[in-house]
């Protein structure tokens, strides 16, 4: 993301960590993550080896692997202030994790 200058910009954010500081992401999950966003969005994230960016009406998210593959990191924002989308984008994000998490 570039960073900008609007004033209305809103962000949320959360983070999906290993509970134990010696465990880690399995090499399979964040591609499988990738999968889930390109199946169940709307419009198809950009992807890349440890990052997604997804849009949606008035919102961006990105999603990020930690370097060391023991977090998740996913950020929305709407440039438009819109709060509601980018709640909604957030929890939408949160359970394609969560699911491919439980598989």
Partial sequence: WQLTQEPKVVYFGKQVQCADSTDMFSSGFFPRV???LMKELENPPALWRDGAKCVGR??????????????????????????????????QLEN?????LDE
């Fill in 58 to 91: 008035h919102v961006e998210g990105l999603i990020k692997l930690s370097p060391d593959g023991r977090a998740v990191n996913v950020c929305v924002r709407s440039v438009q202030s819109d709060k509601v989308q980018c709640g909604e984008m957030l929890q």
């Fill in 96 to 100: 394609i994790i969560a699911d491919v």
């Fill in 34 to 36: 990738q999968t889930r």
